[in-house]
């Protein structure tokens, strides 16, 4: 699973999947590629439809979409108001369209008519053992919100929920519990729905490099991050600190501010044993995937390839 973020002012995700598209595609491996997280207060449930479908033709068949509230939106003027309800409204508009299934929806957030219809013909599903139906794009929700697990739970149209940042094992067993809730109320299995984690991952050989890093990589988000950390009990005037500081654009300043509490409950980082042993603890939490997230840029390079050599080997060999 290749997550690209989609974070409001990054790289846009979609012309990055485009690029790589026909190397997955042509690749003899599972992988599969994907937004993650989009939201639809950036673009309009239509237009993620339109983006998936068309990624899921050029790959073949091998795409997900990852959906969430977003973040930043502070930053454009956007006010989200009633955000899981918005959320679901998109759900059910993107798998309809995905599904070439007409429908006239009208949300209190987002709309559609049965006119609304792809422009093209998308081929459909790649089984060629098959011969109809369009392929279920898996839809995953990126969240860490209680609430947001639970209506994650209760749509058939969601395969599972990716979370991300928060490494405390308390809270991702707090989640599953929410997964199940949700779950209860739409009479599904809860194992059938996948728990995943993707969370900025900092390896290196030496300890106090990767520290430094992962301190300034957490700053920039540590004011979005609740409710989770008042779950694990981060000062708030720490978090008013580090907003004020990156609102002036003084990232140096907001990094400085940033605790070592912090750095441990969001960020997996250390050398490869390091990695082994904080990964180790989100074991037996109801986690079925763990990805590894990089953003840095070539940095990251040192890290990536730690990672293969020595931490995943270690957990494929459990």
């Known amino acids: ?48 439809a339109a983006f998936i479908s068309d990624l899921d033709q050029q790959t073949k068949g091998k795409t997900f979409l990852m959906i969430g509230r977003g973040a930043f939106h502070d930053l ?3 006010k989200i108001e009633n955000p899981i309800r918005s959320l679901r409204e998109a759900i059910i508009i993107i798998y309809n369209l995905i599904h070439g299934r007409k429908m006239n929806f ?10 609304a219809q792809f422009r093209w013909t998308p081929p459909g599903d ?6 109809s139906g369009a392929k279920r794009i898996p839809i995953w929700i990126g969240t860490w919100g209680p609430r947001t697990c639970q209506l994650a739970g209760s749509m058939k149209e969601v395969a599972g929920v990716m979370v991300s940042s928060i490494i405390e094992p308390r809270y991702i067993v707090s989640l599953r519990e929410n997964l199940a809730i949700g779950a209860k109320r739409a009479s599904r299995e809860v194992d059938s729905i996948e728990l995943g984690l993707v969370s900025g991952t900092v390896v290196s050989k030496d300890r106090d490099t990767a520290f430094k890093l992962a301190r300034e990589s957490v700053a920039p988000y540590l004011p979005y991050l609740s409710p989770m950390t008042e ?3 981060i000062d708030k005037a720490e978090i008013d600190g580090i ?15 940033v605790s070592e509490k912090s ?13 082994i042993e904080r990964v180790s603890r989100l074991m037996n939490t109801g986690l079925t995937r763990i990805n590894f997230g990089f953003g840095r840029g070539p940095e990251d390079l040192e890290g990536i390839e730690l990672l ?8 494929a060999n459990k």
Do not use: C
């Open 1 to 48: 699973m290749f997550q690209v973020y989609d974070d409001l002012l990054f790289r846009p995700a979609w012309s990055v999947l485009d690029y790589i598209a026909p190397r997955v595609r042509d690749s003899k491996t599972n992988l599969t590629i994907g937004p993650g997280v989009t939201n639809p207060f950036h673009y309009h449930p239509a237009i993620i």
């Open 76 to 78: 454009v003027g956007l």
């Open 243 to 257: 907003r004020e500081a990156l609102a002036k654009g003084d990232l140096k300043l907001a990094t400085s501010l």
């Open 263 to 275: 750095v441990n409950a969001f960020k997996p980082w250390g050398t490869p044993d390091d990695i």
């Open 106 to 115: 009208n949300g209190k957030r987002f709309s559609v008519t049965a006119e």
């Open 126 to 131: 790649w089984d060629s053992n098959s011969n």
């Open 231 to 233: 779950f694990v009990g």
């Open 308 to 315: 293969g050599k020595h931490v995943l080997p270690y957990f």
